[in-house]
C-alpha cells in the first residue's frame, strides 16, 4: 500500500552538513571523488551566533547536497550514513567506479567494514571518509526495484533499537506524498540482535528515498544535528504542517531546525527564502538573515517583508 495523499508536486529533502570551517573543502572533496557532481553555489552569512557560516549548495552524482560551516559543535557519526548504489544495468564499469571510489575515500578514512563480498552484496563496503562522513558503498543486485544512486540511511542503536520500523511508519504517515519499499527483519540466530528487529527497509518521502535499520550492537553514537534532514516547503501551512506532526520538543526548535522523538534533526525552510539568499544583494541577503536567526519556525511573511527592507 503507498501512502500517497497529495497531488501537489513533491517536495525536496537534502541531506545537510554541519562542518567546523571545512564546509567548500568537503563539497570541492566530494566533487572530486563522484561521478557526476558539481558545486551549485556558495554564500556567507554574517554575524551568525558561529560568527560568518559558509553555505555550499551541490550535487554528488545528481543528488542534492547542502553544506555549513558553523563551528565545531556536532561531530559526525555513523547514525547517519550514505548508501551509494553501483548498479551494473545502470553503469557499465560499476565495480572498477565502486574501487576507484573507496580509495579515494579510504584517503586519510577509516574502513568500518571492509571491502568485499557479503551476502547481501557481491561487493559492499563501509567506509568513514577524512572528514567523518561514512558512505556505504555496494554493488546493486540490477534484478532488484531501480532506486537511486545516493541514500541517506539511519542506523537505530542504543536507546533507539527496535525503533526503525516505529519511525517509519511515523515518516510515511507524515510526509504527504510517500511510500514504503521492502522491510527485511532479522531472523532468529543473529544476535545480539533480536528476532524481528529491522534489518533493513527504505521508503520515498517526497522525491527521496531513505533508509533504516535497527542495530544492537553497542556502537556508542546516536543522531545529532552534525547530519540533518533539510525540507524545502512551499507555503506557510506546510512548514507548520511538518513541525507540528515531527517536532519532540517544539521549546527546543531553532531557525527552522527541529528535532524528532528520535533525535533526528530535521530542517523546514521555505523554498522561497533559498531563492532570497541566493539572488539577493548582501545587504538583503544580511536583513533576512538577522530575520531569521530570531525566528524558532520560519515566518514567510516576515522574512519576504525583511528582504524588500
Given at each position: 500500500m503507498t501512502h500517497v495523499t497529495d497531488s501537489s508536486p513533491a517536495l525536496s529533502i537534502i541531506p545537510h552538513l554541519w562542518f567546523d570551517t571545512q564546509a567548500k573543502?568537503?563539497?570541492?572533496?566530494?566533487?572530486?571523488?563522484?561521478?557526476?557532481?558539481?558545486?551549485?553555489?556558495?554564500?556567507?552569512?554574517?554575524?551568525?551566533?558561529?560568527?560568518?557560516?559558509?553555505?555550499?549548495s551541490f550535487t554528488i552524482w545528481g543528488t542534492p547536497f547542502m553544506a555549513i560551516s558553523a563551528g565545531p559543535y556536532f561531530k559526525f557519526n555513523p547514525a547517519i550514513s550514505f548508501i551509494v548504489n553501483f548498479d551494473p544495468s545502470r553503469e557499465s564499469r560499476a565495480r572498477e567506479l565502486l574501487d576507484e571510489t573507496w580509495n579515494k575515500l579510504a584517503?586519510?578514512?577509516?574502513?568500518?567494514?571492509?571491502?568485499?563480498?557479503?551476502?547481501?552484496?557481491?561487493?559492499?563496503?563501509?567506509?568513514?571518509?577524512?572528514?567523518?562522513?561514512?558512505?556505504?558503498?555496494?554493488?546493486?543486485?540490477?534484478?532488484g526495484e531501480p532506486r537511486p544512486t545516493i541514500i541517506p540511511s539511519l542506523l537505530f542503536t542504543g536507546d533507539n533499537y527496535g525503533k526503525a520500523e516505529e519511525a517509519r511508519?511515523?515518516?510515511?504517515?507524515?510526509?504527504?506524498?510517500?511510500?514504503?519499499?521492502?522491510?527485511?527483519?532479522?531472523?532468529?540466530?543473529?544476535?545480539p540482535d533480536?528476532?524481528?528487529?529491522?534489518?533493513?527497509?527504505d521508503f520515498k518521502l517526497e522525491n527521496t528515498w531513505l533508509a533504516a535499520m535497527d542495530s544492537a550492537f553497542e556502537h556508542g553514537f546516536t543522531f545529532n544535528e552534525a547530519i540533518s534532514l533539510l525540507v524545502h516547503c512551499r507555503t506557510q501551512e506546510e512548514l507548520d504542517h511538518y513541525a507540528d506532526k515531527l517536532s519532540a520538543a517544539p521549546e527546543a526548535?531553532?531557525?527552522?531546525?527541529?528535532?524528532?522523538r528520535f533525535g533526528v534533526s530535521w530542517q523546514f525552510s521555505p523554498v522561497v527564502m533559498e531563492e532570497m539568499?541566493?539572488?539577493?544583494?548582501?545587504?538583503q541577503i544580511?536583513?533576512?538573515?538577522?530575520?531569521?536567526?530570531?525566528?524558532k519556525r520560519f515566518d514567510i511573511a516576515k522574512l519576504e517583508q525583511a528582504f524588500r527592507g
Open positions: 573543502e568537503a563539497a570541492e572533496f566530494y566533487c572530486s571523488v563522484f561521478p557526476e557532481s558539481s558545486i551549485q553555489s556558495a554564500a556567507k552569512l554574517r554575524d551568525t551566533p558561529s560568527g560568518d557560516a559558509d553555505l555550499i584517503e586519510e578514512g577509516i574502513a568500518l567494514m571492509p571491502l568485499g563480498e557479503y551476502p547481501f552484496s557481491k561487493r559492499y563496503g563501509w567506509i568513514q571518509d577524512k572528514y567523518g562522513v561514512t558512505w556505504q558503498l555496494m554493488l546493486t543486485n540490477p534484478e511508519e511515523l515518516y510515511l504517515s507524515v510526509f504527504r506524498n510517500s511510500k514504503p519499499g521492502p522491510l527485511v527483519r532479522y531472523p532468529a540466530g543473529m544476535e533480536q528476532e524481528g528487529m529491522v534489518m533493513f527497509t526548535e531553532q531557525c527552522g531546525w527541529l528535532k524528532d539568499m541566493s539572488k539577493g544583494t548582501p545587504e544580511q536583513r533576512v538573515t538577522e530575520a531569521f536567526l530570531k525566528m
